[in-house]
């Protein structure tokens, strides 16, 4: 169809074009909106690396990366960041904008920005918000907040100046909603099926293998993957881990299960189109997280399950009610390795239930959670001419 796209990312932790979780789900919009319009382009502050294939077209504008020498000073840069952006994005428009065929500013929702959706509603276009975390909490609990006040008005500025916000998780709709005052829709992460084909049996002869994928940080579950795993091998039963990604905790982590004797292969940080071959050498996958507020909608899930692998996952987000526990996948408490054990075990010793998860879990990610649904979810509601 005609019309124009923008997706505009200004979170520096996001490279467009890299290899993190968030990177393929920024592709992936991107590939949608292509799918859709003839012209996209992309508005960031961080490129990551040269476009993956089918995003050749996508027209880049890197507004780089704000430097300063303290916190106070970076939250200052980081608004300037949001004025450039803004800027460009209208620059866009008025280029490409012909007032006959629709014009769209998709945004992932970033730290300090809020102009850019005004200028999207100040100029006609669709504004679109995504939402995949409470950054304003994270930043405080994880990092440094000096500002915080300015930093929740630019936020309930943004959300109140979407026609379309939308948030991946029903916890952190929550949480704009009751910031903004707005209502705020909740669609999951979705994944590509065909990035992961026809699921392959896992090879015969080697131990049973569990596959970890994402970045190695302490809230994606790392202690308690490393004890369960520790528990399994600790019955008698052939276990080792297949790790994917690279990230602070990595090094600690497989020092730990090698000290304890457990079979490790760690391949490390690695592009996004290898991941699927990566875990077609495995029997299971793992999702764990530690005990506390989780409001994630993990990628990590819906790519194992697409990949037609058995997957444990910790019971985060909005998972028990996207999925069927038993048929779909394993739901554990989070931040419980007794329990992550068990199902592990459980897996190890009954190569039906893997099978019945294999399927389901496939099935599930196909029919239920892919990118094209998502984005048409979205879009559909807005405007009949975004359909695709």
């Not at 909005?318 to 526990?325: H, M, Q, T, W």
Request: aromatic content about 6%; hydrophobic content about 45%.
């Amino acid at each position: 169809m005609t019309g124009h796209a923008i997706y505009v990312c200004t979170d520096s932790g996001v490279p467009a074009f890299g290899r993190k979780g968030c990177s393929v789900h920024v592709q992936a919009v991107l590939g949608e909106l292509a799918r859709r319009v003839e012209r996209v382009d992309l508005v960031t502050a961080r490129a990551g690396g040269q476009a993956p294939d089918g995003l050749g077209d996508v027209h880049v504008h890197e507004i780089g990366r704000p430097r300063a020498l303290d916190a106070a000073a970076t939250e200052r840069a980081v608004v300037v960041n949001d004025a450039l952006a803004a800027k460009t994005v209208g620059d866009l428009l008025s280029r490409h904008f012909d007032g006959d065929s629709p014009s769209l500013v998709f945004q992932r929702y970033s730290l300090w920005s809020c102009e850019v959706m005004e200028l999207a509603q100040a100029q006609g276009a669709l504004g679109v918000l995504e939402l995949n975390s409470p950054l304003i909490d994270e930043q405080a609990r994880h990092r440094q907040l000096i500002d915080r006040a300015t930093a929740t008005a630019r936020t309930r500025r943004a959300v109140r100046a979407a026609d379309r916000p939308y948030a991946v998780s029903a916890a952190v709709a929550a949480w704009a909603t009751d910031l903004a005052g707005v209502h705020v829709d909740v669609i999951p992460n979705g994944v590509d099926p065909k990035r992961f084909g026809a699921p392959l049996p896992a090879p015969a002869g080697r131990p049973f293998t569990i596959a970890f994928v994402g970045t190695f940080r302490p809230w994606h579950g790392l202690e308690e993957l490393t004890s369960a795993a520790l528990r399994l091998a600790a019955t008698g039963r052939s276990a080792r881990l297949l790790l994917i990604g690279d990230g602070p905790e990595r090094d600690a982590m497989i020092g730990r299960a090698r000290c304890a004797g457990l079979d490790v292969e760690a391949v490390g940080a690695v592009d996004p189109a290898a991941v699927p071959a990566l875990l077609a050498g495995a029997d299971a996958a793992v999702a764990p997280y530690p005990a506390g507020e989780q409001y994630f909608s993990p990628l990590k899930v819906v790519e194992y399950l697409a990949a037609g692998l058995p997957t444990v996952a910790a019971a985060v987000g909005d998972l028990a009610e996207l999925f069927d526990d038993g048929r779909e996948l394993l739901l554990v408490p989070p931040g419980d390795d007794d329990a992550l054990a068990r199902a592990l075990i459980r897996l190890h010793d009954d190569p039906p239930l893997r099978s019945v998860l294999a399927r389901g879990g496939r099935a599930a990610a196909v029919e239920r959670c892919s990118w094209r649904g998502v984005v048409e979810r979205v879009l559909a509601p807005t405007d009949r001419r975004w359909a695709a």
